[in-house]
């Protein structure tokens, strides 16, 4: 066996951290309309959507997990169930 350290973790990238951020925070809006009874406007409800999925794309770009999402329009497709 080496006695060959383990390396160390690369810093958190600050670009990384903000988009997280921002994604979590467009995920809470797109939870939070989702959950109003009180008829929320589709358009809001559509630009929540819209911005956490572009975000969810940039990460995966950003952090190079081509496997996660293959291309955008993967990500827009309607599920099948």
């Not at 006695?3 to 939870?31: G, Y």
Request: with cysteine.
């Amino acid at each position: 066996m080496s006695a060959k350290a383990f390396p160390e973790p690369a810093a958190p990238r600050p670009e990384v951290a903000t988009l997280r951020r921002e994604r979590n925070r467009w995920l809470r809006r797109e939870a939070n309309l989702a959950l109003a009874c009180n008829g929320a406007d589709e358009t809001a409800k559509q630009q929540a959507r819209t911005a956490q999925l572009v975000l969810t794309y940039a990460l995966a770009v950003i952090e190079q997990h081509p496997g996660t999402v293959g291309s955008f329009a993967d990500l827009t497709q309607q599920s099948a169930g």
